[in-house]
Structure formats: structure tokens, C-alpha cells
């Protein structure tokens, strides 16, 4: 029984994937190489139901958010793991429990998140922490929106060419909305590759900016006598 969809356009990285997984999960993998192939095989096997997707982020022929998002609709608990485009060494946030892994793929870590998603309950959401996603699309270079949801709360993420420009949530905007979104950890969230903001109100480079949203979170955090101690 196939359990992971495993995209990826090289095709000797790829089957070493798959190979992997099999060798140290037992699991079954099918290797595919672009967005219509993917969908192409799934309705020649409509009695398929995978529950990982392990995909490029990006490449030709190929956009993981956008395959992520058809396959979610498809098939409902799908979690969703990316491998960016970029290396390790460019990372500039650790975030346990990442669904992201660059180059060079850590096999353990890589091991233990399948292990981990294959436990998930059927129609588990496909969770993501804010940090991982926008380290990514900042990594990555990319430009659009992302709308992240979590609970009742929503908030936007408007990116132009890997930094951040501006940052709505239902009652604030800019630098505060940034450190609300950040706050909420664990989202589901859509990406729109064509939306642009109608304002900017970022300037800051996106790592300082994360890293600062994160420090003003913990310092909100505080109990109110702790801010008092200067």
C-alpha cells in the first residue's frame, strides 16, 4: 500500500528518497517528478489514499504549495513535508519539530517526522509553526501572500521577493501583527502567489524582523512585575 507521494525533479535523489523510507520505515513510496504527473498517477490509482506528501518546494514544473494545497482538498489529514531550496547553513531559526528539510536532507530527522505524521489521527490538519513557514518563503525568495489561520484567529503575510512587506491580522497591522501571528505558533495557512499588499508597512530584513517579533513576544508574555525591572 502506498503511504508517501515522494515529488522531486531529479529523479537519482529521488528514488534514494524513496529508498530510504523503505529501509527504515517499511513504508511504500511512489516517485513522481511534477505537478501533472502526481495528479495524472493519482487518477489512474483512484483507490490510492497517501497521508505524506514529501515535495520540492519549487522547481520546474512544479510549486509544492500549490501541490500541497490540490492534494489537501483531495485528500483530507494529507500532512505535508518540503524540501526548500536552499541549504542548511542558510537557515537562521531553529524550529523543533520542522516539516522543512534542505539540503543536506538530515535522514533521522527526515525518519522521525514521517514516523510522527503516520501516527496523526485521520483528518489531522496539516499544521506548520509561523516561524517555519515564512523562514521558507523568506529563503526562498518568494513574493505573494500568505494567509495563516489559527482557531478563530487570521492573519496575512505579504511577501515581495523574500522579504517581508506588510502584515494584517483582525486588529492589527505591520510589526505588531507580525508578533501576534508569530505568537499563535501551530497554523494551517494558503498561499497566494499574485497578492500583493495595498500598503507596505515593513521595511526591517525578514530574519531581524522575525527574530524581533519573537523577543517582543516573550517580553509580552512576561508577568507585569517582570516589566517593571529595568
Given at each position: 500500500m502506498?503511504?508517501?507521494?515522494?515529488?522531486?525533479?531529479?529523479?537519482?535523489?529521488?528514488?534514494?528518497?524513496?529508498?530510504?523510507?523503505?529501509?527504515?520505515?517499511?513504508?511504500?513510496?511512489?516517485?513522481?517528478?511534477?505537478?501533472?504527473?502526481?495528479?495524472?498517477w493519482?487518477?489512474?490509482?483512484?483507490?490510492?489514499?497517501?497521508q505524506?506528501?514529501?515535495?520540492?518546494?519549487?522547481?520546474?514544473?512544479?510549486?509544492?504549495?500549490?501541490?500541497g494545497?490540490?492534494?489537501?482538498?483531495m485528500?483530507?489529514?494529507?500532512?505535508t513535508l518540503?524540501?526548500p531550496?536552499?541549504?542548511?547553513?542558510?537557515q537562521?531559526?531553529?524550529?523543533?519539530?520542522?516539516?522543512?528539510?534542505?539540503?543536506?536532507?538530515?535522514?533521522e530527522?527526515l525518519?522521525?517526522?514521517?514516523?510522527?505524521?503516520?501516527?496523526?489521527?485521520?483528518?489531522?490538519p496539516?499544521?506548520?509553526?509561523?516561524?517555519?513557514?515564512?523562514?521558507?518563503?523568506c529563503?526562498?525568495?518568494?513574493?505573494?501572500?500568505?494567509?495563516m489561520?489559527?482557531?478563530?484567529?487570521?492573519?496575512?503575510?505579504?511577501?515581495?521577493?523574500?522579504?517581508?512587506?506588510?502584515?494584517?491580522?483582525?486588529?492589527?497591522y505591520?510589526n505588531?501583527?507580525?508578533?501576534?501571528?508569530?505568537?499563535w505558533?501551530?497554523?494551517?495557512?494558503a498561499?497566494?502567489?499574485?497578492?500583493?499588499?495595498?500598503?507596505?508597512?515593513?521595511?526591517?530584513?525578514?530574519?531581524?524582523?522575525?527574530?524581533?517579533?519573537?523577543e517582543?513576544?516573550?517580553?509580552?508574555?512576561?508577568?507585569?512585575?517582570?516589566?517593571?525591572?529595568?
Open positions: 502506498t503511504q508517501l507521494l515522494i515529488v522531486h525533479r531529479d529523479p537519482e535523489i529521488g528514488r534514494d528518497l524513496v529508498q530510504l523510507v523503505k529501509d527504515y520505515t517499511g513504508y511504500e513510496s511512489v516517485l513522481t517528478n511534477s505537478e501533472s504527473e502526481t495528479l495524472v493519482l487518477r489512474r490509482q483512484p483507490e490510492v489514499r497517501p505524506i506528501l514529501l515535495t520540492q518546494l519549487q522547481a520546474p514544473g512544479l510549486d509544492g504549495f500549490i501541490l494545497a490540490s492534494l489537501g482538498e485528500f483530507p489529514g494529507l500532512q518540503f524540501l531550496p536552499y541549504a542548511g547553513s542558510e537562521r531559526l531553529e524550529v523543533a519539530g520542522s516539516k522543512v528539510f534542505p539540503e543536506p536532507i538530515d535522514g530527522r525518519i522521525a517526522t514521517i514516523e510522527r505524521s503516520m501516527r496523526m489521527f485521520s483528518s489531522a496539516d499544521l506548520f509553526h509561523v516561524l517555519d513557514i515564512l523562514q521558507m518563503c529563503l526562498s525568495g518568494r513574493s505573494g501572500a500568505l494567509q489561520v489559527s482557531g478563530a484567529n487570521v492573519g496575512t503575510v505579504y511577501l515581495r521577493d523574500g522579504q517581508v512587506v506588510h502584515s494584517e491580522t483582525g486588529t492589527e505591520g505588531d501583527a507580525l508578533v501576534e501571528i508569530v505568537s505558533g501551530e497554523i494551517e495557512f498561499y497566494d502567489r499574485v497578492a500583493s499588499p495595498g500598503v507596505e508597512t515593513v521595511s526591517k530584513k525578514w530574519n531581524a524582523l522575525l527574530l524581533d517579533a519573537l517582543e513576544g516573550r517580553r509580552r508574555a512576561l508577568p507585569a512585575w517582570r516589566h517593571q525591572i529595568g
